[in-house]
């Protein structure tokens, strides 16, 4: 397996792992025609779902402010819809450099390192760039199941992520 498909599949993981941890359903849509990889869905009240689109990296730029994240023109343009009916969100999972940092097991626990944080685009500036834009994802948009919680929450309250 190539290094960025190992990459996809870890930051995979972590994802059903946190969705999983609170209850929640993922759907992969047969098509990534809309640039959606996964559908978390919930049975809370309202029935509240949330289109993610899962990015990986070893090679992160995390500060204090957050993470800055290169997605392409087109990925950037769908991301800060605003007439959707349900909200998409960017996660990117970072990764340590090292693949033998990623995982981590005993008999008591399985690690998976480093962390992933998310961010909604929706109704974001129009750009002049003609191939990426370089986003932030806000070091306070953690995606941890009480993060992910806190978002569906807000969408069955009739809120955005």
């Given amino acids: 397996m190539h290094g960025t498909q190992q990459q996809e599949k870890c930051s ?3 994802l059903h792992a946190v969705a999983s941890s609170v209850g929640y359903v993922l759907a992969r849509p047969e098509l990534d025609h809309d640039k959606v990889d996964w559908v978390v869905s919930s049975r809370q009240r309202r029935r509240p779902r949330v289109e993610v689109q899962l990015k990986s990296t070893g090679t992160h730029n995390l500060d204090t402010d957050g993470v800055r994240y290169a997605v392409d023109l087109e990925l950037y343009d769908r991301l ?3 007439d ?4 998409i969100i960017l996660v990117v999972v970072l990764l340590p450099a090292n693949l ?3 995982l981590t097991h005993t008999e008591e626990q399985i690690v998976l390192r480093q962390s992933a944080y998310w961010a909604s685009l929706r109704g974001a500036e ?3 760039n003609k191939t990426s834009v370089t986003v932030a994802l806000p070091r306070a948009n953690i995606l941890n199941p009480s993060g992910l919680a806190a978002i569906m929450n807000r969408i069955s309250e009739g809120g955005l992520p």
Wanted: hydrophobic share 50%; proline share 12%.
């Fill in 100 to 102: 033998d940092h990623w």
């Fill in 126 to 128: 129009p750009t002049i």
């Fill in 84 to 87: 959707l009916l349900v909200p």
């Fill in 80 to 82: 800060r819809m605003v």
């Fill in 12 to 14: 995979e993981v972590y």
